[in-house]
């Protein structure tokens, strides 16, 4: 009897020390600290909606076919100057608005104003049936210089990721200076006048995004403004200088912009 009891003692302390162990031990693990995994980091996507500004350099050239002729002797004199491809430095600023969609399409408008060297400087002999007439010094003079370049223009362009491809056109606008002159003769009298012109525009480039703000591009444009008639009345009655440009331009640019 004294065994039995002793064995039902045990058995129950053992269980009763079981149980108080299970106790302590889920406590302990409702009391430890639980973390939870943070979200994972999605790297933002660029997005090339958004308004924009900035500037530009370069350099442009002439592509202006020139004629020059008198209307008293239509026949006797004609001067052809051709295309004087003379270059100068283009620099200015601009400011756009782009649209992202589809998701890899682009539609954006721009203007832009740009300063310009592009100076075509022409001097021919004054020639009779192809010959040069006179002493030295009779002289065509046709000068063409071209004081700033303005565009309006849509884009259309193609996105992957940071880079855009597109194409753009619109309108253009320009102010150029023209000189005239007939030296040599006793007739001549130099003009010099200004003229607004417009016509259109056309072009692409390359553009990347360097960081969410900056963007840098490479461009090409092609400008038409028309043909312009310069009238240049010389000191002889009847006696006119008629001088005939045909005003078109080629610009290669840089440029950084500001997206806000």
């Given at each position: 009897m004294r065994k039995l009891l002793k064995t039902t003692a045990f058995a129950a302390l053992t269980i009763s020390s079981a149980s108080l162990a299970y106790t302590v031990s889920a406590s302990a693990a409702d009391m430890a600290p639980r973390y939870k995994a943070p979200p994972p980091i999605v790297a933002p996507v660029w997005s090339w909606t958004g308004f924009y500004a900035?500037?530009?350099?370069?350099?442009?050239?002439?592509?202006?076919?020139?004629?020059?002729?008198?209307?008293?002797?239509?026949?006797?004199?004609?001067?052809?100057?051709?295309?004087?491809?003379?270059?100068?430095?283009?620099?200015?600023?601009?400011?756009?608005?782009?649209?992202?969609?589809?998701?890899?399409?682009?539609?954006?408008?721009?203007?832009?104003?740009?300063?310009?060297?592009?100076?075509?400087n022409n001097t021919r002999p004054i020639t009779a049936g192809g010959v040069p007439i006179g002493p030295f010094g009779f002289n065509h003079v046709a000068d063409q210089n071209v004081n700033w370049l303005a565009t309006i223009r849509g884009r259309l362009g193609w996105v992957w990721d940071r880079w855009l491809i597109y194409g753009t056109g619109g309108g253009a606008f320009a102010d150029v200076d023209y000189r005239t002159d007939y030296t040599g003769f006793a007739v001549n009298n130099p003009l010099t006048t200004s003229r607004t012109l417009s016509g259109w525009v056309a072009g692409g480039g390359v553009e990347y995004a360097v960081s969410s703000n900056w963007m840098v591009r490479a461009e090409y444009l092609y400008y038409d403004l028309g043909n312009e008639t310069v009238l240049n009345p010389t000191s002889a009655p009847g006696f006119n200088l008629v001088t005939t440009y045909d005003n078109r331009f080629h610009v290669v640019r840089a440029a950084v912009n500001y997206k806000f």
């Amino acid at each position: 009897m004294r065994k039995l009891l002793k064995t039902t003692a045990f058995a129950a302390l053992t269980i009763s020390s079981a149980s108080l162990a299970y106790t302590v031990s889920a406590s302990a693990a409702d009391m430890a600290p639980r973390y939870k995994a943070p979200p994972p980091i999605v790297a933002p996507v660029w997005s090339w909606t958004g308004f924009y500004a900035g500037v530009h350099v370069g350099g442009g050239w002439s592509d202006s076919d020139i004629t020059q002729r008198n209307d008293l002797f239509p026949g006797f004199d004609t001067a052809s100057f051709g295309n004087g491809n003379q270059a100068g430095v283009v620099g200015g600023g601009q400011i756009g608005y782009n649209w992202q969609f589809a998701p890899n399409w682009l539609l954006g408008i721009e203007g832009d104003f740009s300063g310009t060297g592009i100076r075509n400087n022409n001097t021919r002999p004054i020639t009779a049936g192809g010959v040069p007439i006179g002493p030295f010094g009779f002289n065509h003079v046709a000068d063409q210089n071209v004081n700033w370049l303005a565009t309006i223009r849509g884009r259309l362009g193609w996105v992957w990721d940071r880079w855009l491809i597109y194409g753009t056109g619109g309108g253009a606008f320009a102010d150029v200076d023209y000189r005239t002159d007939y030296t040599g003769f006793a007739v001549n009298n130099p003009l010099t006048t200004s003229r607004t012109l417009s016509g259109w525009v056309a072009g692409g480039g390359v553009e990347y995004a360097v960081s969410s703000n900056w963007m840098v591009r490479a461009e090409y444009l092609y400008y038409d403004l028309g043909n312009e008639t310069v009238l240049n009345p010389t000191s002889a009655p009847g006696f006119n200088l008629v001088t005939t440009y045909d005003n078109r331009f080629h610009v290669v640019r840089a440029a950084v912009n500001y997206k806000f």
